[in-house]
């Protein structure tokens, strides 16, 4: 993996594998990941947003998957280094596929303008998909 000579420096300064897993995570900073990756010259060997982006457990360093070890983002900024999995394997879904009707009696001009993942989300509770789903009629939408 092309990252996998930052993450072992990252493991190396900060001693990970010393730690006890088994007792708590091992939390990591943003900051602390640039300091021990500031001497790479390549992108993606020093930029955190590159570097934590484990995906898949293909994405994942060689120092993760020889250890059993997975990172999970905290909040902006902070992670947990975790042993175990991590990922989940989706099962195939044998069922007919279910075609949904929207609730709405007119056309939600919004749902036109983009493709992100956000906005599918919003227009799937607008057009009451996610409370039909649920069976719950009294979801509501809060911040995002």
Same mark, same amino acid.
Request: proline share 3%; net charge neutral; charged share 30%.
């Given at each position: ?9 990252? +493991?190396?300064? #900060?001693?990970v594998l010393d730690h006890d897993f088994g007792k708590s995570p091992f939390p990591l900073s943003a900051t602390q990941i640039k300091r021990a990756c500031q001497k790479f010259?390549? !992108? ?9 982006? @484990? =995906?898949?457990?293909? =994405? ?7 250890? $059993?070890? +997975? ?5 902006? *900024? ?5 042993? *175990?999995? $991590? #990922? ?11 075609? #949904? ?8 001009? !919004?749902?036109?303008? *983009?493709?992100?993942?956000? @906005?599918?989300?919003? #227009? ?19 911040? @995002?």
């Amino acid at each position: 993996m092309a990252n996998s000579k930052s993450w072992k420096k990252i +493991f190396d300064d #900060y001693k990970v594998l010393d730690h006890d897993f088994g007792k708590s995570p091992f939390p990591l900073s943003a900051t602390q990941i640039k300091r021990a990756c500031q001497k790479f010259k390549e !992108t993606g060997e020093k930029e955190v947003r590159i570097l934590c982006k @484990q =995906d898949s457990r293909e =994405d994942r360093p060689d120092i993760f998957i020889k250890h $059993g070890l +997975f990172l999970l983002p905290v909040k902006n *900024g902070y992670y947990n280094i975790i042993k *175990g999995e $991590g #990922y989940i394997d989706i099962p195939e879904i044998k069922k007919e596929i279910a075609v #949904y009707a929207s609730k709405l009696d007119f056309q939600l001009d !919004t749902t036109k303008i *983009g493709d992100s993942e956000m @906005q599918h989300l919003d #227009y799937a509770y607008a057009a009451s998909l996610i409370r039909t789903f649920m069976d719950d009629l009294s979801l509501v939408l809060t911040i @995002q």
